[in-house]
């Protein structure tokens, strides 16, 4: 099978001919149709070992169900969730971290939900309810920020959102939009961020009493600071 494989010098990824995946009794073979990039992948790829196949996200049909029966059915549409491996063709996946997937849904929307979207909804959940609460999301025009956004306003949030490209965000249901937080702005009950550094340092000044900070990523190599 073909598969988009590490390399040692930029682009750090070439597409190869590498042997198809062995299925575990658990696992369920899928021809992939779609995959999405995350950020993590791509800085991972400088540190693998040259040729092997890394992503993390799928969506496909099942090719082949699990031997022990588990799983969704040969040729059920399904998203799926691995650790390595789904850059590729063909994709061996623990019928666990699939879900079968509905035909009103595309192959390349279900793609960008493993990772991305269940970030979102897991950092939600750590802030609690939030119906009637101001959220504030910052790196809120990535994967995960507008997966957040779209979350939390269904939720029943105001909810703000801090990017340098805010294109789009209102039309998914941000109610503010900034490029950076205002020192002298409004607290907030929940503040997801994905940036860390500076902006994380910013977010920790402005979490209302009783509220919750969700730090899930760091884009930035700088340290946090806090005024004490």
Request: glycine share 12%; charged share 20%; proline share 7%.
């Amino acid at each position: 099978m073909r598969a988009l494989v590490s390399r040692p010098s930029p682009p750090y990824a070439e597409l190869a001919d590498v042997p198809d995946p062995d299925p575990r009794g658990d696992d369920a073979l899928v021809a992939v149709r779609a995959f999405s990039l995350n950020r993590g992948e791509t800085r991972r790829l400088q540190a693998m070992e040259p040729g092997a196949v890394t992503g993390w996200d799928l969506a496909g049909t099942v090719r082949r169900a699990a031997a022990d029966g588990s799983g969704p059915r040969e040729g059920a549409r399904v998203v799926g969730l691995k650790q390595q491996g789904a850059w590729a063709e063909l994709a061996a996946v623990r019928t666990e971290w699939l879900a079968e997937l509905p035909e009103a849904v595309s192959f390349e929307a279900a793609a960008a939900l493993p990772v991305a979207g269940l970030t979102a909804l897991l950092a939600l959940d750590i802030g609690g309810f939030v119906l009637g609460k101001r959220v504030l999301i910052t790196g809120a025009s990535g994967g995960v920020g507008r997966f957040a956004i779209q979350l939390a306003k269904m939720a029943g949030a105001h909810v703000t959102g801090i990017a340098r490209r805010t294109e789009g965000l209102e039309e998914i249901g941000a109610d503010e939009l900034a490029g950076e937080i205002d020192l002298e702005g409004p607290t907030y009950d929940v503040i997801l961020d994905a940036v860390g550094g500076p902006v994380l340092g910013a977010a920790l000044q402005r979490v209302a009493p009783g509220g919750t900070v969700i730090s899930f990523a760091s884009t930035v190599a700088e340290p946090v600071s806090y005024p004490a």
